[in-house]
């Protein structure tokens, strides 16, 4: 069956660093995009960043260009979040979703699968 585990959460302070990993089973990940959205308490989930089949192609949300970056291990079915100079508004929980033939990266409701979510929490 299709599993999508999130790890890679915590707490860190303001301008740390974190990376999140998501690992994929039971499809071929090779040929899904892959996104990360986040969701704080009381808001809607909103999109992160995603990155195609291929790798080669990757989006990002204006509030997180240039200091998150998401990337792609096709070979480990593994796609990573890794966030700088983190700040307090980050604070949420992530999940990871996979689609095969997505039309609207930025629509969560676009995502087949989605992962069960890590917190990740910043203080400033």
């Known amino acids: 069956q299709v599993q999508l585990v999130e790890s890679g959460g915590g707490l860190v302070q303001a301008g740390g660093s974190l990376r999140l990993s998501c690992a994929a089973s039971?499809?071929?990940?090779?040929?899904?995009?892959m996104g990360w959205f986040r969701q704080a308490p009381g808001k809607e989930r909103e999109f992160v960043a995603a990155?195609?089949?291929?790798?080669?192609?990757?989006y990002n949300a204006d509030s997180v260009r240039g200091r998150f970056t998401i990337s792609r291990d096709n070979a480990k079915n593994t796609v990573y979040l890794q966030m700088s100079n983190l700040k307090p508004e980050d604070t949420a929980v992530y999940y990871c979703g996979a689609d095969r033939n997505i039309v609207r990266l930025t629509a969560p409701g676009e995502y087949d699968y989605w992962g069960q979510g890590t917190q990740v929490t910043v203080s400033s």
């Open positions: 990155i195609k089949w291929t790798g080669s192609s990757t």
């Open positions: 039971g499809f071929t990940f090779s040929t899904y995009t």
